[in-house]
């Protein structure tokens, strides 16, 4: 249970519907989409996820967003231990659902699956039910038994208040089996010089809840005589966002954001483990990583989007800064071939970060405990790209099907950022 | 604006390759930024004439579902989020 992340998603959504009044909307009362995303790494983690979306527009200007999202997620996530030349056995509590079988060696301690009849394969999570795996010598301990479902829910409304200003407010909610969140958001959109600028300001308030399986981990305590302080963590966000979106010319407009979002509670993985070595490299202990309560992350990202030869070329660039020492770039071009009512959108992403100033590889034994320490890969220095293609075909007036498939590789510092996967994606939209 | 950008951009013991990234980024920012110095250079834009501005692939945010699947597996691969929309929380794996 390894989290991911679906109220950025909703927030993002919530901005992005009014971020996109400015060119107009389309003109049909209803519109549908519905999409599933089918996403596999190699060796790791699988995920499907179905996507339901209805919006509407009425003749006032007045627009109302539902989406409903459902996510499953099963395989093996890297659980922060370093590589080893000698066999590597772990006790996990991340989840015990249906990859027991893959478990190498299953100590007659403490071992249970999700056998009861709640149709579900979560982490029925006590302290003390836990299983163990062993990773051979060489390998990247990857944790097998990652299991999580998560059911999400958004809405949004804005209308316009007069000719130039709208307005909109939305909230979310999200649950899975160690994690709920909820949001609101509201937003303010003005328009200036024809419509021809946009500002737009806007602002989320959340609220998560952490209930990590089998309690949460004292920091740094070791995972053999593991400690709990309790069984329920929290976290408070608050999110603004700044936009000016300015049309060039008839054929091109550009956007300009600047964001900073302020987190504070529990940021730790609870399941993740951090190398404790000896003075000849020799594994020692693992112990639980322990993360700042508090981050502030700030952004500023530009986009432009350019008809070109009947063709649309959109670049984007992000730069994204934090107080825990992270540095960012995200650059993003898609290029779009129209052909009649078929076009054709390559698809490519490069992204490269600085490490956070608390990631390690491992700790030793001889060195005092730092304040905070994680061995969490995607906390290291890292690169990745994405390579992809959609095709779309609009086969009636209002309906469109289309299919996206992308290659989606990562390598850094950390072994266990060695990853690629394969996105596969299928969207169906019709409005009426 | 450039110093500022340039603040933005820089970091410390940046090789050749950095200092090329950054130029290159530098000069994406300034592209951008062009029109808050001199909106007079842009055209006026009417109504009428934006009917390639009125396209859906040509409107900011018309592409959310797409998007959202996009930020959803970043967010949980990468240390960054945000910037498009908001960036904020959600979980505790970042």
């Not at chain 1, 958004?154 to 130039?164: D, E, F, G, I, Q």
Request: a negative charge; proline letters at 3%.
């Amino acid at each position: 249970m390894q989290l991911k992340n679906n109220k950025r998603w909703l927030l993002s959504r919530a901005v992005g519907s009014l971020l996109g009044v400015q060119s107009g909307v389309s003109e049909a009362d209803w519109q549908v989409e519905a999409a599933y995303r089918h996403y596999s790494e190699t060796d790791r983690v699988t995920a499907m996820e179905p996507v339901l979306q209805l919006n509407k527009v009425d003749e006032q200007g007045r627009k109302i967003d539902f989406t409903i999202a459902y996510d499953s997620l099963s395989g093996a996530s890297p659980n922060g231990a370093a590589v080893s030349d000698q066999a590597q056995t772990f006790t996990s509590t991340s989840g015990a659902g249906g990859n027991a079988e893959s478990i190498t060696s299953a100590s007659g301690t403490a071992y249970k699956i999700d056998d009861d009849d709640d149709d579900d394969d979560d982490y029925e999570g006590e302290a003390g039910k836990t299983s163990e795996y062993t990773v051979p010598p060489g390998e990247v301990p990857l944790d097998p038994n990652f299991e999580d479902n998560r059911l999400s829910m958004s809405m949004n409304y804005s209308w316009p208040l007069n000719r130039s200003v709208t307005t909109s407010i939305g909230g979310s909610y999200s649950s899975e089996t160690d994690y709920r969140s909820i949001g609101v958001n509201g937003g303010l959109s003005i328009f200036l010089n024809q419509k021809n600028t946009q500002i737009g300001m806007f602002l989320g308030l959340e609220n998560d809840l952490i209930t990590p399986g089998g309690g949460t981990p004292m920091a740094f305590t070791t995972m053999s005589d593991k400690q709990v302080t309790g069984n329920t963590e929290n976290k408070n966000i608050i999110d603004g966002l700044v936009s000016l979106t300015q049309v060039l010319s008839k054929q091109a407009v550009m956007q300009l954001n600047y964001s900073m979002s302020i987190s504070d509670g529990y940021h730790t993985d609870p399941y993740k483990i951090i190398s404790l070595l000896g003075g000849q490299g020799d594994t020692q202990e693992y112990l639980y990583e322990n993360r700042p309560t508090e981050r502030t992350k700030q952004s500023v990202y530009g986009a432009i989007k350019y008809h070109l030869f009947g063709d649309t070329v959109d670049l984007s660039y992000r730069y994204m800064w934090d107080d825990w020492g992270v540095k960012s770039d995200t650059w993003d071009v898609k290029y779009r071939f129209n052909i009649d009512n078929v076009y054709v959108q390559p698809h490519f992403r490069h992204y490269s970060q600085e490490a956070t100033n608390f990631y390690v590889d491992s700790l030793l034994s001889s060195d005092n405990l730092p304040q905070f320490a994680s061995a969490d890969y995607r906390l290291s220095a890292l690169s990745s790209n994405t390579v992809g293609v959609k095709l779309g075909w609009m086969f009636d007036e209002n309906k469109e099907i289309s299919f996206r498939v992308e290659s989606y590789q990562q390598e850094g510092d950390s072994a266990a950022a060695g990853m690629d996967a394969l996105i596969l994606q299928i969207n169906y939209k019709v409005a009426f | 604006m450039i110093d500022m950008i340039k603040r933005v951009v820089g970091r410390k013991g940046m090789g050749l390759y950095a200092g090329a990234r950054r130029l290159i980024v530098a000069r994406f920012f300034i592209l951008l930024l062009m029109p808050l110095f001199g909106c007079g250079l842009l055209p006026e834009v009417k109504p009428w004439q934006k009917q390639v501005l009125a396209k859906p692939e040509m409107t900011f945010g018309s592409n959310e579902l797409d998007e959202g699947f996009d930020d959803h597996i970043y967010f949980s691969k990468e240390a960054s989020s945000g910037g498009r929309g908001f960036g904020g929380g959600g979980c505790g794996c970042n």
